[in-house]
């Protein structure tokens, strides 16, 4: 086995087959030594032939609960996020590194039949099948599911795609800001008279290695249970409409079409950025105590019983009127003035970071 991998593929790291993983079962032994540092993955091994983000970040996720991830890449080029920059480290874009730690990585070119034997030896021993190729492409070559299946049928095979393995667009490619239009999420995101914005992260691409992520490990669960492995089929059209929730809801039950907001929330009021002096601050109030908190501590006392305003109901349909008294006091003061009034007051609140303040706030050191 190890002179096989020798000819096809460039190990980046040491201990590629090492480990109990080649067991069927779900493996449950712990270390023997330092056994509360345990993480719940250790013994897992995952076999990960995804590129770019939705299906890294599914495995780096996996990799930090403890699993042993294997990523395979295409001879000579690699992953394509790795020359996505600047900024670089050495060689590595940054991009790369962001969702690809704690995996060992090895080349293997698998059009080649040896390259293909590669990985089904892989797979033989692994807990774990992720890919993420347009549908029918691996079973072209030999590693589809029904392939892997039948020489490892304790497999957790999961296909992360774009559409879905059936389908009018099963056949296309996926990426994030493409499914973000179809899916929706860019209709409803940016100013509320201007036009739709793609979000700052590709929240479709996450969204769905999350879901991936979820998936795999109740499937190991399931594996454990039955011994037997099974299909996931994960995708991001279908992962972005699930986290349309209640915007997917309004339309569906009410027929209400959705709209965008810009930093407000269209069912509650207020919730959202207000400009300060200085910056910008989030300030949010669910309920009517903490509406009346917000009021008091604003000093616009007047607004807690006023008619228009005394029910989140109220506050919706008088939107416009009530956001231009608070924006205007909100004006009036710096950020680090409002921040130190509303500190212990219970109301949910928080200013607009740029970067270095998200890595100087030293609750980001404990999270």
Known sequence: MLATLARVATLRRTGLLSGPGSRRELWTGRPQSDTDNMKPLEGVKILDLTRVLAGPFATMNLGDLGAEVIKVERPGAGDDTRTWGPPFVGTESTYFLSVNRNKKSIAVNIKDPNGVKIIKELAAICDVFV????????????????????????????????????????????????????????????????????????????????????????????????????FIDCNLLSSQVACLTQVAANYLIARKEAKRWGTAHGSIVPYQAFKTKDGYLVVGAGNNLQFATLCKIMNVPELIDDCKYKTNHLRVQNRKE???????????????????????????????????????EPQSHVC
């Open 131 to 230: 890919e993420n190729y347009v549908p029918g492409k691996l079973s072209a070559l030999g590693l589809g599911y029904a392939d892997i299946d039948r020489i490892a049928p304790h497999v957790v095979y999961c296909s992360i795609t774009g559409y879905g393995q059936t389908g009018p667009l099963c056949q296309r490619a996926g990426y994030d800001a493409v499914a973000s239009a179809v899916s929706g999420l860019m209709h409803i995101t940016g100013p509320e008279d201007g036009d739709p914005v793609r979000p700052g992260v590709a929240m479709t691409d996450l969204a769905t290695g999350l879901y991936a992520c979820g998936a795999i490990m109740a499937g190991l669960i399931q594996r454990y249970k039955t011994g037997k492995g099974l």
């Open 322 to 360: 009530l956001i231009r008294i608070l924006s205007a006091r909100f004006e009036e003061a710096m950020t680090s003035e409002w921040l130190h009034r509303f500190e212990g007051s219970g109301i949910p609140y928080g200013p607009i970071n740029n970067m270095k303040n998200v890595f100087a």
